[in-house]
């Protein structure tokens, strides 16, 4: 069974900083992009982040260069990094998990991030 958990959200002040992670089970973790997406009310889920099995990283252009997404294969898990966080941050952030072949896609259940002074 497929697990994928998040942990790390909560409340910050506009500027503030917070690490997200997500532990993966039931996966051969290092063959999947992993991946972190957000979804605001009244919003679609839009892509984050994401770390590809081959080491490579990309970004939203909303949240790049203070945004950082790592992954450790050895302990499963992937975390994001936030910093200067602004109240358009606000969202409930999902831990993703996809392979191609064959094609998989799960997701965890999510963490609800808030920014407000």
């Known amino acids: 069974q497929v697990q994928l958990v998040e942990s790390g959200g909560g409340l910050v002040q506009p500027g503030g900083s917070l690490r997200l992670s997500c532990a993966a089970s039931?996966?051969?973790?290092?063959?999947?992009?992993m991946g972190w997406y957000r979804q605001a009310p009244g919003k679609q889920r839009e892509l984050v982040a994401v770390?590809?099995?081959?080491?490579?990283?990309n970004y939203a252009g909303s949240v790049e260069g203070r945004f950082t997404i790592s992954r450790d294969n050895a302990k499963n898990t992937v975390s994001l990094q936030m910093n200067s966080l602004k109240p358009d941050d606000t969202a409930v952030y999902y831990c993703?998990?996809?392979?191609?072949?064959?094609?998989?896609?799960?997701w965890g259940q999510g963490t609800q991030v808030t920014v407000s002074s």
């Open positions: 993703n998990a996809h392979i191609l072949l064959p094609r998989r896609d799960y």
């Open positions: 770390s590809t099995s081959g080491g490579s990283t």
């Open positions: 039931g996966i051969l973790f290092s063959r999947y992009t």
